[in-house]
């Protein structure tokens, strides 16, 4: 399963967040490796350098199985650290559910 990590113009995307978010996303979507293609992982930054309401930082997840159509799940957080551990959790039970319900038809 590959990961791709990118991010708007407020947030840089270093290689130690770059490592944290794809330990995350593959801690939370790892069993499901076999069956994605591609995830992609968008970070923004909804107010920039100003301060204002919050929640601010979005992640957004994008997984590709194989054969399906992409899925999305997405979280806004205080920090990019939580957004990103929602959202990868946000998607785990998306993916379960979807895999789930496959498995059924059969």
Not at 68 to 91: C, G, H, L, R, T
């Amino acid at each position: 399963m590959q990961i791709l990590v990118n991010g708007d113009n407020q947030i840089s995307v270093d290689a130690r967040l770059t490592e944290f978010v794809q330990d995350e996303v593959g801690r939370a979507l790892g069993r499901f490796g076999g069956r994605l293609t591609r995830v992609e992982v968008h970070l923004s930054d909804h107010n920039g350098p100003k301060s204002g309401a919050s929640p601010d930082k979005r992640c957004l997840i994008e997984a590709r199985p194989s054969g399906w159509q992409p899925v999305s799940a997405s979280d806004d957080a205080n920090s990019v650290a939580e957004a990103v551990s929602n959202a990868a959790n946000k998607m785990k039970c998306q993916l379960e559910s979807a895999f789930g319900r496959a498995a059924d038809k059969r």
